[in-house]
């Protein structure tokens, strides 16, 4: 069997779960949380790098702006305090909000930040939105660490926006023809807590009973939520998998919802990307029977997978949620795809089998470069099947 064949075949995933690192759950659902994971309000709210080889990376909705401000001729403009940001090590959540906000703030024709809500726990939930302002572009949904351990997703996502922004102007038809809706940690909450108190945290921080158990964020979207009892979610707010007393409990979740249904630009692309088990995945997650568009997205799917395998020779499997992992049900993907209505929804997980959520720093941008390609890839597919 070629490597095309490899990446497009459906494939029953029977040995997939490994030992879990992490103290919340012991037995069944601990094996399954360690391996691999599934997936209006507006008030607007800056890096360096590493680069790949022909880029140049660095290092709605109301606008409040100060820009237009004079100064006095004695007084002098106050240092920008820039936070460093790189694709060497992971970064905190200040250093990525501020990232995104030199961003805007360098690149201010086509870079906007929008807080798109607020977390649990009152944290701006940050957007980064890259457009050249045309009004014939469609819409592409970035998002990371929805689950807050998977560090190397918020490395992924905030590196594509560097490079997308670094080389508009250089770079192809396919990204520039699309509205580019980036947030790179969509559960601001739990990605500060896996860097101040619990490493593998995987939910938000909702209180239950007054007792912090959280939400996974995954599985609180309308769309199949609930479907398959306790295989494909969890009523027990203790478990790993807790889906909320109701779709979009969660302000996270209300955020992607509100955002995305209430853009005058139709979105043609929604991607989450997840660690750790490399695999491209589509709808369903909530039964067993194909998406009316099987084909296609396992044509898109085996795109991005070949593109990845010939940058780094890493084999990303590609089939339906179901097909790959296990039920999963009130996922985002199953939502923007049957809801939303867009027609390219995938959920992406990174590296690393062999690390799980532990990724090394060194491994990082190699990751983003590959993923990079994929993205590109993807773009190309999509843009061919729109002229078809």
């Keep these: 069997m070629n490597y095309s064949e490899q990446c497009i075949s459906s494939v029953r995933h029977n040995n997939l779960f490994s030992r879990d690192d992490s103290s919340e759950e012991t037995g069944k659902v601990a094996q399954k949380t360690e391996s691999c994971t599934q997936t209006r309000m507006f008030r607007k709210r800056r890096g360096t790098l590493v680069s790949p080889k022909n880029h140049i990376p660095s290092g709605m909705i109301q606008k409040y702006t100060s820009k237009n401000k004079k100064l006095a001729p004695s007084e002098r403009p106050r240092r920008r305090r820039i936070l460093l940001m790189d694709w060497n090590r992971f970064h905190k959540l200040d ?15 086509i870079c906007t930040v929008y807080v798109i809500g607020k977390s649990v726990e009152g944290r701006d939930i940050k957007m980064l939105k890259i457009s050249n302002s045309n009004a014939s572009n469609v819409a592409v949904w970035l998002d990371g660490s929805i689950h807050s351990r998977e560090w190397i997703t918020t490395a992924v996502v905030t590196y594509l926006a560097d490079i997308i922004v670094r080389n508009f102007q250089n770079t192809s038809s396919s990204i520039t023809n699309k509205d580019w809706y980036i947030v ?205």
């Excluded at 599985?219 to 478990?239: D, L, T, V």
């Excluded at 302000?251 to 991607?271: H, N």
Aim: proline share 5%.
């Design 184 to 388: 790179p940690v969509l559960n601001p909450d739990g990605y500060v807590y896996t860097h101040t108190r619990d490493r593998m945290w995987r939910k938000n921080r909702a209180r239950h009973d007054s007792e912090f158990v959280g939400v996974d964020l995954n599985r609180n979207f309308s769309f199949g939520w609930g479907n398959n009892g306790e295989e494909g979610s969890s009523e027990m707010p203790n478990n790993v998998f807790y889906r909320g007393p109701e779709p979009f409990s969660e302000p996270e979740t209300a955020a992607v919802r509100d955002t995305i249904l209430s853009s005058s630009t139709p979105f043609k692309v929604f991607l989450s990307f997840h660690s750790y088990y490399e695999l491209i995945i589509f709808p369903w997650g909530y039964k067993t029977e194909p998406c009316a568009d099987y084909l296609r997205l396992l044509e898109g799917g085996a795109i991005m997978a070949r593109a990845i395998f010939e940058y780094s020779g890493i084999i990303y499997k590609v089939g339906s949620t179901k097909d790959l992992t296990y039920y999963a049900c009130g996922t985002s993907i199953d939502w923007s795809y049957a809801i939303a209505k867009i027609p390219y929804t995938y959920m992406i997980e990174l590296r690393s089998k062999k690390y799980k959520f532990r990724l090394p720093k060194d491994q990082i941008l190699d990751t983003c470069n590959e993923n990079w390609k994929a993205v590109q890839a993807l773009m190309k597919f999509v843009d061919q099947q729109s002229r078809i």
């Design 95 to 109: 250093v990525i909000y501020s990232f995104m906000d030199e961003l805007e703030k360098d690149f201010p024709a």
